[in-house]
């Protein structure tokens, strides 16, 4: 008879449950240099994230004023001195391929330092802790004030607590909007409630995510839900510089009175005095002294933690560093340390990178700003007029990306003798016709192309639409076919 197999033991294995329940974390506040790189780095990020959409640039009458501008309406994206426009896609791919193999250098040179102080994940729930710390008091207060169970002076500080990380959430949701319109008038609508139904829809959705992320779920981000840690793993190599507790000169632990005892007699022991300090700051609540962990953001703050440690107690500082394991080794051999910021994966990330933005650049910097695209009819593909010739109809869009109207003339290479009537403009010049385009937009022109029979010995001829900016001179051509029936 088979044994009854209940939900519970579907989710234990031999080496425990699959998942475990939350534990609340508690970080203490610490300073030191890491703290102050971390400190000096969110004030950058949060700056140049809420203040962006306020900094204006020129560029000319009726273009948008506004530095930086996702402009979907009129289908552009504007950077400071540049514009993109839908066709210019590819240098978002090239953005993305250099920010993956950004990623990958910062890996193999110091492990998570993404993780540890650029993530937004890290930035925002490192400015909701320090609100925390302020409203609430630092680790050993609000340890006891949970212990502690309600009180109207508890009460009182949540509410403001609270109240603040929504603010700060709300606002986080507001800037991001106002990459998407001008942002002085959309605050000035969004503060008399005339702004589009869409921008208080983003507001709240960014709102609800941020003060969750950061105010709730925050390590259970990093150790459960972001993917990164594990895609970081397959990726190191032994010579990556992760914060490492240097067990060679700490082990074995004890306490500090115990271990001044010991070296008193001769005896060995370690500089770790196994005071918990560098559990107690870990914004994930890992011990670093367990070994490389999922929970490790390498943010450095136990390092920070250490470091006050050992002064006080009169030790060599960076018993906790920026390590790896071969290094560890040497030391216990006797050997000197080596460290490899320049080997072949790094050479090979950072020649990536200069290629990318070589490219990027040369493409940037050599890119026409008259662009011209053709499309051939397709019922008829030609038509034989009443004299014996060929008759070719073409849709021919133009792409002015410059700020200001021009005039181009059309000339077409192919047919022998052909002749180009663009439907619905007289030009002055009908051998070679010319228009005026628009500035900063597409203009749609259909195009009739007539060649005598006798003179077209194949069925189908290359034709190439050429326009010439006149007074520019920029030229942008276009290549389709010239069929005989």
């Known amino acids: 008879m088979n044994k009854m197999v209940s939900p519970n033991d579907l989710l234990m294995d031999d080496d425990g449950p699959l998942y475990v329940a939350q534990k609340k974390v508690y970080p203490q506040s610490i300073s030191g240099t890491f703290r102050n790189i971390k400190w000096r780095l969110m004030a950058v990020c949060l700056g140049v994230y809420y203040l962006l959409p306020f900094v204006r640039w020129n560029r000319g009458l009726g273009a948008p004023d506004q530095a930086v501008l996702i402009d979907f309406p009129n289908r552009r994206f504007y950077f400071f001195f540049i514009e993109l426009w839908p066709q210019e896609i590819y240098y978002f791919t090239g953005l993305l391929i250099l920010a993956a193999v950004a990623l990958f250098l910062m890996n193999a040179l110091g492990g998570r330092i993404w993780c540890g102080y650029l993530c937004p994940q890290t930035v925002w729930t490192d400015l909701f802790y320090a609100v925390e710390r302020w409203v609430e008091g630092d680790r050993r207060e609000r340890i006891r004030a949970d212990a502690a169970g309600m009180s109207a002076n508890r009460a009182a500080r949540r509410v403001l607590k609270h109240s603040i990380w929504l603010v700060i959430a709300w606002w986080t949701g507001g800037a991001w909007v106002l990459y998407f319109s001008d942002a002085p008038t959309l605050v000035k609508d969004l503060a008399t409630f005339q702004a589009p139904a869409i921008a208080y829809i983003w507001i709240g959705i960014l709102t609800l995510t941020t003060y969750v992320l950061a105010g709730f779920m925050r390590e259970q981000v990093c150790v459960y839900m972001c993917p990164w840690p594990r895609i970081q793993a397959a990726l190191t190599d032994e010579w990556a510089l992760n914060v490492t507790y240097k067990y060679d000169r700490g082990e074995a632990r004890c306490s500090l009175k115990k271990s001044i005892d010991l070296r008193a007699h001769g005896e060995h022991v370690g500089d770790c005095i196994d005071c918990n300090q560098c559990v107690a700051v870990c914004p994930t609540g890992i011990d670093i002294r367990d070994g490389a962990q999922l929970g490790c953001i390498q943010c450095g ?185």
Not at 312 to 323: A, C, F, P, V
Not at 443 to 461: C, D, G, H, I, M
């Open 301 to 485: 703050l136990c390092i920070d933690a250490c470091d006050s440690v050992m002064k006080k107690i009169g030790r060599e500082t960076r018993l906790i560093g920026y390590d790896n394991d071969i290094n560890i080794q040497r030391r216990v051999a006797g050997k000197k340390e080596i460290f490899k910021p320049i080997r072949a994966r790094t050479a090979v990330y950072a020649g990536l990178i200069v290629v990318v933005c070589s490219v990027m650049l040369y493409a940037l910097m050599t890119r026409t700003l008259l662009d011209v695209n053709v499309l051939h009819d397709r019922n008829p593909v030609a038509v034989r007029l009443s004299d014996g010739s060929i008759r070719n109809g073409y849709t021919l869009r133009f792409l002015n990306k410059r700020g200001f109207d021009r005039v181009i003339a059309v000339d077409i290479d192919g047919p022998s003798n052909a002749q180009v009537h663009i439907i619905g403009v007289d030009s002055v010049t009908p051998d070679r016709p010319m228009i005026v385009l628009g500035r900063d937009q597409t203009t749609e022109l259909r195009v009739l192309v007539t060649a005598p029979f006798n003179e077209q010995p194949e069925k189908s001829v290359p034709v190439t639409f050429r326009v010439t900016d006149i007074g520019l001179g920029e030229v942008a051509a276009a290549t389709d076919h010239f069929v005989t029936p």
